[in-house]
């Protein structure tokens, strides 16, 4: 699977957009982008997730960019139950894939 | 909306002692996963199953590690003599099958050996 870099932090006001970025620069064709998010150590929660086109579900959407090297997981409006570590993962696709966690990216939302 | 339960949601045991983690996956599904996280580590796969058999297994999942599904619901990870250094948040996923589909974790348990 392709390796992800996510800067290790960053926070957002209650309300506004949060933008989180991921580097997956050498992405092959047949490998998915997932989000998923840990809050505290509960399990972690799937988000959302892409392969080559933008996509938005109920909880965010997902920036791909063209060259699919980068993506962005948007949460719109944040609150504080946002507060968790995102992961970016990478997955080849094929029936039995596992999931490669990185240390993700740590999501505080501020007041 | 359908999830996976764990249980124990925390289990104590002494070094050495066999331990049995239980988990119900998404009734449909048809792979299943069990992964680990130290504390204030990373989320590391354990072994992946599939048509009553393993799939996939990391370099962690060693002897002392089985997994069994008993009957149509259940998914178990047993860990046969307990070490210290297994005292980790233990989780179940699960997966429909399709290629591309997602993975569907349950709360957890954590084990603490003492």
């Known amino acids: 699977d392709a390796k992800t870099t996510q800067p290790p932090s960053m926070d957002c006001a209650e309300g506004r957009a949060a933008n989180l970025p991921c580097n997956h620069s050498?992405?092959?064709?047949?490998?998915?982008v997932y989000w998923y998010r840990q809050i505290h150590s509960q399990g972690p929660q799937y988000i959302i997730h892409?392969?080559?086109n933008n996509e938005t579900n109920e909880m965010a959407s997902l920036i791909i960019t063209e060259d699919r090297k980068s993506s962005t997981l948007i949460l719109p409006h944040a609150t504080l139950r946002d507060t968790a570590v995102y992961y970016c993962?990478?997955?080849?696709?094929?029936?039995?894939?596992?999931?490669?966690f990185g240390k993700g990216i740590t999501l505080s939302v501020r007041p | 909306e359908p999830e996976v339960t764990q249980t124990p949601s925390h289990q104590v045991t002494q070094m050495g002692q066999e331990v049995i983690l239980r988990c119900v996956p998404i009734?449909?599904?048809?792979?299943f996963y069990w992964y680990r996280q130290i504390l204030g580590q990373k989320v590391e796969f354990l072994v992946s199953?599939?048509?009553?058999?393993?799939?996939?297994k990391s370099e962690i999942f060693d002897d002392q590690f089985s997994v069994e599904r008993p009957d149509g619901s259940n998914f178990t990870l047993k860990i046969r003599s307990t070490k210290l250094e297994d005292s980790a948040m233990y989780f179940c996923?699960?997966?429909?099958?399709?290629?591309?589909?997602?993975?569907?974790f349950g709360p957890g348990t954590r084990l603490t050996v003492l």
């Open positions: 996923a699960s997966k429909k099958g399709r290629a591309g589909d997602t993975q569907y």
């Open positions: 050498t992405i092959s064709g047949n490998e998915y």
């Open positions: 892409g392969l080559k």
């Open positions: 993962i990478v997955r080849v696709t094929g029936a039995n894939s596992k999931l490669t």
């Open positions: 009734s449909n599904h048809l792979y």
């Open positions: 199953f599939y048509n009553n058999e393993i799939s996939e």
